[in-house]
């Protein structure tokens, strides 16, 4: 993986353009990502460990938003289950690229990996095959929010008796205070991983039309309402979770 730091927001900008994941996010990803998101290794470690749970055979096991594949890759390390697949899909040229270079890196390492597909597509578009594995990793915060409920529909119906979804999303709060307070922490977590007060403000200004996260309550009534039958939080630090989402 690129050892490339990020200081894609160190200089002031006179305009802070919206974020997107264009080639010089892809070059500084795998920093920014592990500085900015408190608990990503350990959730994308764990998300192959519970994969492995849930993975049936002569399944597929879809990445949803890959970025650079690191879930694909955990996925892979994880699940010795026959006959499935994994299907990594990312609309960003740029991030396909080199997740493709990357996972071409880990086949030459290790023996016996499951199959990968790499689509440069978008999500809302996609036809789902049989799935016992959906991994949404940070990416359903990023789809438009009166897109979502049908996603996880589609989602819903792709999934096999036995599988899951796992989905990680940074979070908000209905209560004003836990929300200040987990948001100060976050940016505390930022400062403490060598952000300056200039980048992680500038960040928050790319981001905000951009990405907007739902409460963990949103999160459950969706998930209910597009047909999940159980919502099992397994993971939190400061205001990124991930939770378990049973057919
Ligand atoms: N409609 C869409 N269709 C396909 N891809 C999309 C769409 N919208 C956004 N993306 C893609 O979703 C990814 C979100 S990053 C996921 C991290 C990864 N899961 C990881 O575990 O390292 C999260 C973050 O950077 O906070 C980006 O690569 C987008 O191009
Ligand atoms: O940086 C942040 O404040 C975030 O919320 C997480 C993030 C991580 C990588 C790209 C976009 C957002």
Known sequence: ????????????????????????????????????????????????????????????????????????????RHVRTDGCRVIAVDNSAAMVERCREYLNGQDSMFQELLPVEVIEGDILALEFQPASVVALNFTLQFIAPDQRTALLSRIRQSLLPGGALILSEKLRFNDAEEHALLTDLHVAFKRANGYSELEIAQKRSAIENVMKPDSLEEHRERLLAAGFSKVVPWFQCLNFASLIALP
């Open 1 to 76: 993986m690129s050892k490339e730091p990020d200081r894609l927001f160190a200089q002031p900008l006179a305009q802070v353009p919206d974020f997107a994941f264009n080639e010089d996010v892809v070059r500084v990803f795998p920093d920014m990502i592990k500085r900015s998101v408190p608990g990503y290794p350990t959730i994308v470690e764990n998300l192959g460990v519970l994969a492995a749970q849930f993975a049936q055979p002569d399944s597929v096991l879809y990445d949803l938003g890959s970025s650079l594949g690191a879930v694909t890759q955990a996925l892979r």
